[in-house]
């Protein structure tokens, strides 16, 4: 099947040649500034259960916020933003009884950024992107939670993916240029998020590239699931995503040796973005916008990313610090890998000639 190309891949592989892209940051943090009360988060739906906390509904209660935050983004140098979609599942949205908002919820989140987007480029003429942010649900397809009986599951396979296409394809129809699969904690949740992007974007009939980004549970290198970041590209490479890379979990300086063995492997861009360092016993992140913006430079200085941007605990003012510290800066050159066998279990293996 041909799909209608838009040109957003394009642009974007074009740019990125040329310099390091800036991501945009966090959003839980930007939106907890604004001590909203459940009856922002709220507003006139009529939902039986609370819904402080749920910060996508915003996107239909208080699009307002929403904007201003992807706006802040954007002034602050992001080449790309993502929607405020991280929970936008069914599977997800359970929790706060808006399953059936689903649909709208990442539709108007897909617009609002677009929006954004397109105000920004009217300015100076400069093309910003939009992916579609898909969080890794809070079930699990490889463990189960109940320790008497480690074949449970909550959720089986097909219906994981058949709700991550629910979501995907409402993010089509908003008008996202990529689809971004972050935070990904389980590989085989990953493999399900993968196929259902690539089922809708053959139904929406247009190119819209995939995103991956893995997410590091402890100082093991793996993510929940047992596997190292390299078993994890392994598993999905055959998705041909346009980029790869590592988000969440710890810190830039924490990240470094998990980006700097990536970045030998993947075969294609690699973006991160860290946490602005660990919390502290208070739960917040105290690592300054100055601070995270140099650690990220020993990044570009290994030559170990394509693009970059935050995650927990970054702000506007950290995605200023970041893009100001790399004007000019080398972006990581895409290596041309030998061919062999690649597999992975827990971890990669591979089969020489």
């Given amino acids: 099947m041909t799909l209608n190309d838009s040109g957003a891949e394009t642009a974007f592989r074009e740019r990125a040649a040329r310099k390091v892209m800036i991501f945009d940051g966090g959003y839980g943090t930007s939106i907890q500034k604004y001590g909203l009360s459940e009856a922002d988060y709220r507003g006139d739906l009529p939902l039986e259960k609370d819904q402080k906390g749920n910060n996508d509904l915003l996107c239909l209660t208080r699009p307002d916020i929403v904007k201003a935050i992807h706006t802040a983004y954007l002034d602050n140098g992001a080449d790309m933003i993502e929607t405020n979609t991280f929970s936008g599942t069914r599977i997800a949205m359970a929790d706060y009884g808006c399953e059936h908002l689903v649909h709208e919820l990442n539709v108007t989140a ?4 677009r929006e954004c987007c397109d105000a920004a480029e009217a300015k100076d003429g400069i093309k910003r992107f939009v992916a579609g942010s898909i969080g890794p649900t809070n079930k699990t397809l ?16 097909d219906t994981l993916k058949e709700q991550y296409h629910e979501q995907c394809a409402a993010l089509i129809e908003g008008g996202v240029d990529f689809l971004l699969i972050e935070t990904c904690f389980d590989t085989l949740n990953a493999k399900a998020a993968g196929m259902a992007a690539k089922e809708a974007e053959a139904a929406s009939g247009r190119s819209v590239p995939l995103m991956l980004s893995f997410t590091i549970t402890d100082m093991s290198g793996r993510n929940l699931s047992g596997h190292t970041i390299a078993a994890f590209w392994y598993s999905l490479r055959h998705l041909k995503p346009l980029t790869i890379g590592v988000n969440c979990a710890f810190g830039a300086d924490r990240l470094r040796p998990y980006l700097s063995e990536l970045s030998k492997i993947a075969d294609t861009l690699i973006l991160a973005y860290p946490n602005a360092g660990l919390p502290n016993e208070l739960g917040q992140y105290d690592e300054l916008p100055e601070q995270t913006a140099e650690l990220i430079r020993v990044w570009i200085e290994e030559g170990l990313v394509n693009m970059v941007g935050g995650c927990c605990g970054t702000t ?33 293996m591979h089969i020489a000639a």
Avoid: C
Wanted: charged content about 20%; cysteine-free; aromatic content about 4%.
């Fill in 110 to 113: 897909a617009r609002l950024a």
């Fill in 142 to 157: 490889s463990i189960s939670p109940k320790v008497n009986d480690p074949a449970f599951r909550e959720v089986d396979y």
């Fill in 316 to 348: 506007p003012a950290h995605i200023g610090a970041i893009a100001k510290a790399l004007e000019g800066a080398t972006p990581r050159p895409i290596p041309t890998l030998p061919v062999i066998t690649r597999l992975a279990g827990l971890e990669p």
